[in-house]
């Protein structure tokens, strides 16, 4: 009898563990409260008629592999050309170095993509920003389109909602995409983001 006691309690933890596990992995983030039109303080250039997209990553997140992997797959998907931004916070009082992780050296490796040390988390502020893996997408006029995430779990690669709607606002037709990056969109798509928090860990 001791022993089915000891392989139901070893279930019932190893179920217990999965539950919180799977909790964590589906659990959201919090989203950016970003700014409608392109912040005027920025440091980031854009470059006139193209679009511009920015991700907001901490370097020692184990999450942010997963959105580095899905930005590169919705690049590579693009059509439209366009300014890459991945912003990699390193904290007031870290190391030199701090931030220049494996996931920079991934960010650094995708075609048209610039990694950007992000001192004291000042650029990730001005974009409203306090989640790992968090994407902006700016019309060429510097207005809002896309404010989500492009995972559909923390750590998890794959299709999901965000990547298809980054991938089919920057493939719209001709006519279609010069309306769309010159105006005003009050319905700006969103999805959930899942990463570390930015300036938590």
């Given at each position: 009898?001791?022993?089915?006691?000891?392989?139901?309690?070893?279930?019932?933890?190893?179920?217990?563990?999965?539950?919180?596990?799977?909790?964590?992995?589906?659990?959201?983030?919090?989203?950016a409260n970003a700014p409608v039109q392109w912040p005027a303080d920025s440091t980031l250039a854009r470059v006139p008629g193209q679009p511009t997209l920015v991700l907001l990553a901490h370097p020692q997140c184990s999450c942010t592999r997963a959105s580095l992997d899905e930005l590169g797959e919705a690049?590579?998907?693009?059509?439209?050309?366009?300014?890459?931004?991945?912003?990699?916070?390193?904290?007031?009082?870290?190391?030199?170095?701090?931030?220049?992780?494996d996931a920079w050296r991934v960010a650094a490796a995708l075609p048209g993509v610039t990694a950007v040390r992000d001192d004291s988390g000042r650029e990730a502020s001005r974009f409203g920003?306090?989640?790992?893996?968090?994407?902006?997408?700016?019309?060429?006029?510097?207005?809002?389109?896309?404010?989500g995430g492009i995972t559909s779990a923390r750590g998890h690669a794959g299709d999901n909602a965000g990547r298809s709607e980054l991938v089919s606002l920057l493939n719209r037709g001709p006519s279609a995409r010069a309306a769309l990056f010159n105006t005003r969109r009050p319905d700006r798509d969103a999805t959930s983001v899942f990463g570390c928090p930015l300036f938590g860990i």
């Open positions: 009898m001791w022993w089915i006691a000891a392989t139901a309690a070893w279930l019932l933890s190893a179920v217990a563990g999965l539950s919180v596990l799977s909790r964590f992995d589906n659990a959201p983030g919090i989203g690049l590579a998907r693009a059509r439209t050309p366009l300014t890459a931004y991945v912003l990699f916070l390193k904290p007031e009082g870290s190391a030199n170095g701090w931030e220049q992780t920003g306090a989640t790992s893996g968090q994407t902006l997408l700016y019309d060429v006029d510097g207005t809002l389109l896309f404010s």
